[in-house]
């Protein structure tokens, strides 16, 4: 099971919102089945599902270095940037899938068409971060505080600061960031533990995996 974490026992109580529509509560029953699943700390990949309406996704442009992720369309058509690129991924064999390796920058699919955008989302490894990241979504979700289908960015970089997984946020293009250590050792030291601020602030938790 996971659990919730605060730094801070006097953070404000999570406020009232609007239940989340039809698509978010498929969201959150989605990645609460992976949760549940016996394959949930298998060592080699995390598997999920995502769906998304339109104008949700697109995080800002970012790095894995502890994971690869792979993404395949099964309904609707997606939008991604990867090294600089765009990319539009439907369900059809040869233009479903897309593989992230470590290190490259990227946005995850977003949905910019009418149609539902249903994909899974493998994480390879499933480290403790990004089983952090799906359970905390999978709150957010049920609780109608998302971002437009994603974390809110704060929460992202609360997990991140919690977990001390190596994302850091990066120019689209690996030729504007490559040897940039110093940028990610700034946003390890200032950036994250200010987003764990925010988090606590707004009254967010960052659910961490227990099993």
């Known amino acids: ?12 109580k999570k406020t009232e919102s609007a239940p989340p529509n039809e698509v978010l509560e498929k969201a959150a029953a989605d990645l609460r089945a992976a ?11 995390l598997v999920v599902k995502r769906r998304l309406k339109r104008g ?23 939008h991604a940037e990867i090294d600089g690129g765009h990319i539009r991924l439907i369900s059809d064999p040869g233009r479903r899938t897309l593989y992230i390796p470590p290190g490259v920058p990227h946005v995850n699919p977003y949905n910019e068409e009418d149609a539902e955008l249903e994909f899974w989302q493998s994480f390879l490894p499933g480290t403790e971060g990004v089983r952090s990241y799906v359970e905390t979504l999978a709150e957010v979700l049920s609780d109608g505080r998302d971002d437009d289908g994603d ?6 970089l609360a997990v991140a600061d919690e977990t001390r997984e190596r994302t850091y946020l990066t120019p ?27 988090a606590r602030i707004r009254g967010y938790t960052v659910y961490l995996d227990g099993g």
């Open 56 to 78: 949700m996704g697109r995080f800002p442009s970012h790095v894995h270095l502890d994971f690869a992720e792979r993404f395949e369309v099964t309904a609707g058509a997606a």
């Open 1 to 12: 099971m996971a659990e919730g974490r605060r730094a801070t026992d006097d953070a404000p």
């Open 35 to 45: 949760i549940g699943s016996p394959d949930y700390h298998a060592a080699d990949a």
């Open 151 to 156: 974390l809110p960015w704060a929460l992202a």
């Open 172 to 198: 689209l293009s690996r030729k504007a960031w490559r040897g940039n250590t110093f940028s990610f050792a700034l946003q390890r030291r200032l950036l994250l533990p200010a987003g764990s601020t925010v």
